[in-house]
């Protein structure tokens, strides 16, 4: 199963992405605890094989009747009540079966936020070495700039992962990216800040886009 899931994400050639602008509203929301990222997986289960921890809020009350607890253990440093769902000895998710996702309708809320093309947004590469699949999908998705807000909101974005990385340390400690992923998430967090004329801004610049939209 996890040879056969990776290996159809292997396949040259680019992936439409979607129109910036639009993808980026959309991924604001998600994070922002709205509707899930509607990604347009195809047959890809990449994310579902490299390795990852589903973390689940005690309020996922579908999610949590959906798996079996013995799957779960307490999510290291939150609340009593928060767990994570670990993966086999392959990488795999354990609720993945036959090349799909078993209880799809039912997944985690960071499993239906999930979109690997935040990475290819931020610019931020994915350790090929520890997630081969993701890394692969990650190279193929092309977005479309119909217009100049789009080019404008992608190089801020990639602004802001730029200065995520360069200056880390000089941002709130709860805020510093740990990961690729964290860094990516930043990015898209603060890109309004990069928004303006003339270069990145400040850290406090990029402090205050953090209290407006960090939630």
């Known amino acids: ?60 009350t579908d999610a949590l009747a959906h798996i079996p607890a013995a799957l779960l253990f307490p999510a290291p440093m939150l609340p009593r009540g928060h767990v994570v769902l670990g993966y086999d000895e392959h990488g795999c998710c354990p609720m993945l079966a036959d090349g799909a996702c078993s209880i799809y309708e039912h997944r985690p809320r960071t499993c239906r936020t999930y979109d690997c093309r935040i990475f290819t947004a931020a610019g931020v590469e994915v350790d090929g070495a520890e997630q081969p699949g993701v890394a692969r999908r ?7 700039h119909p217009g100049p807000a789009d080019q404008a909101a992608h ?39 990069f928004s303006e004329p003339g270069g990145g801004p400040d ?10 939209r960090w939630r």
Do not use: K, Y
Not at 8 to 19: C, H, K, L, N, Y
Not at 138 to 144: A, E, G, H, N, S
Not at 180 to 190: F, M
């Open 1 to 60: 199963m996890p040879a056969r899931s990776l290996g159809r994400v292997t396949e040259d050639g680019p992936i439409p992405a979607g129109p910036f602008a639009d993808w980026l509203a959309g991924i604001e929301q998600a994070l922002d605890g709205g509707t899930g990222s509607d990604v347009p997986c195809g047959p890809c289960t990449a994310c579902c094989s490299s390795s990852q921890f589903v973390h689940i809020a005690p309020d996922e």
């Open 138 to 144: 990650v190279r193929r998705w092309r977005f479309d």
């Open 155 to 193: 190089d801020a974005v990639r602004s802001a992962a730029r200065f995520a990385l360069e200056h880390a340390d000089e941002l709130p400690p709860d805020a510093r990216p740990a990961n690729p992923v964290q860094r990516a998430v930043l990015a898209i967090r603060i890109h309004r800040a």
């Open 203 to 212: 850290p406090e610049a990029v402090r205050v886009e953090l209290v407006r």
